[in-house]
């Protein structure tokens, strides 16, 4: 209960301190930030972790770089400040990440477990989080059996774009799955529960 | 059409493991069946996603790889059917995606064969080979090719796997 509380309130915290506040234009505040990100994820997880995700983040943050020099040199909207804009925005969609993946990782199943709120609620937030983990994995396989699709091969928009469909059926499949699962376990535990007593 | 699978010493550095191929293997992809075995665990599944799915793409050949859970592939066919505007309800998913595909010879399949009524159906369409990883025992008599083999996978010094081919 207190470690999901602090959690929540650091979340908090940071987007109140270093996105809604005026710390969100400072980029060596956001440069300490996200260093300070990067070191937290490698002791929670560890280093290749920490390169994978910004292996993965760097296609996004080069796009925002591109459209921000093409803002720049268009001097789009009359305004000559794209680079700075596009700089703070490169600082702070690694730093936003990495605060919501690491609140997401450092809240365990026994922790929701251990929430004073109804069984139904907690079950919600249980398969949620069941169906997330899980999904980790099928995001790769997913991607991998896209790759086999010759029809795809051509075009990165239908691949991709197939690939956030897939996801979507995933979710909405493997919710109702691990819900079924969780709650004939939470029955079968129940009845036991009751048979003893 | 035969394609070779290269003597060698393949390492995956993503999955940490290690195929030997002690001579070329050569494989002819007509009226074919190779059923690949080994232990569980062994990588058959590994050996299927790793060498032979890249070797196939390197020949520039047309396949479909059938995987494990069934699930998984049935959204991505779903979803991507659905993005290119070719989803026929009124078609098996299977047929449907096969056609898509322009109806590949050649079917890999990584214990597909236990969704029994899905696997006769894309047995039904024209197939020159298949690549099986099974565990029923009744696969041969599934399938009429002429050519049956077994793709061996073992292992070797508790490290590396030793991949052999067999006739059945």
Redesign the interface.
């Known amino acids: 209960m207190i470690k999901i509380f602090t959690i929540l309130l650091s979340l908090l915290g940071y987007m109140i301190f270093f996105v809604f506040s005026t710390f969100n234009s400072n980029i060596g505040i956001q440069l300490i930030v996200l260093f300070g990100f990067l070191m937290a994820n490698t002791l929670v997880n560890d280093i290749k972790n920490t390169y994978n995700t910004i292996l993965r983040l760097l296609p996004f943050l080069a796009f925002l770089f591109l459209f921000g020099v093409i803002f720049q040199l268009l001097n789009l909207l009359g305004r000559n400040d794209w680079m700075n804009d596009t700089i703070i925005k490169l600082l702070l969609f690694p730093n936003s990440l990495f605060v919501c993946k690491l609140a997401a990782e450092l809240i365990s199943l026994n922790d929701i477990y251990n929430l004073p709120i109804s069984m139904h609620n907690k079950s919600y937030i249980i398969t949620i989080k069941a169906v997330l983990i899980k999904g980790k994995y099928s995001l790769k396989r997913c991607m991998f059996l896209l790759n086999t699709y010759k029809y795809l091969q051509k075009s990165k928009l239908k691949k991709y774009g197939s690939l956030i469909l897939a996801l979507f059926f995933y979710l909405e499949q493997e919710s109702q799955n691990q819900w079924l699962v969780f709650d004939n376990r939470m029955r079968h535990l129940t009845d036991m529960k009751k048979k003893s007593q | 059409m035969k394609i070779i699978l290269a003597k060698g010493r393949y390492y995956f550095k993503e999955r940490d493991i290690t195929y030997n191929v002690d001579s070329d293997i050569v494989l002819n992809l007509e009226n074919s069946l190779y059923t690949i075995s080994g232990n569980n665990g062994i990588g058959k599944t590994a050996f299927l ?1 790793l060498l032979l ?1 890249p070797l196939l793409k390197r020949n520039k050949l ?2 479909a ?1 059938l ?1 494990q ?1 069934k ?6 066919i ?3 059917l ?3 505007k ?1 989803l026929d309800r009124s078609k098996d998913i299977y047929i449907n995606w096969l056609e ?3 109806y ?1 010879k050649i079917i890999v399949a990584d214990e597909f064969d236990k969704y029994s009524s899905s696997f006769t159906k894309i047995l039904s369409t024209k197939i020159s080979c298949i690549f099986l990883v099974s565990h029923l025992k009744n696969v041969q008599s599934q399938v009429q090719f002429k050519n049956i083999k077994n793709i061996n996978i073992c292992l070797k010094d508790n490290k590396e796997r030793v991949i052999k081919i067999e006739k059945e």
Do not use: G, I
Not at chain 2, 71 to 76: G, K, R, W
């Open positions: 996603e799915l047309d396949f790889y995987e859970n699930n998984n592939q049935l959204y991505t779903e979803s991507s659905a993005f290119c070719k898509v595909l322009d590949p």
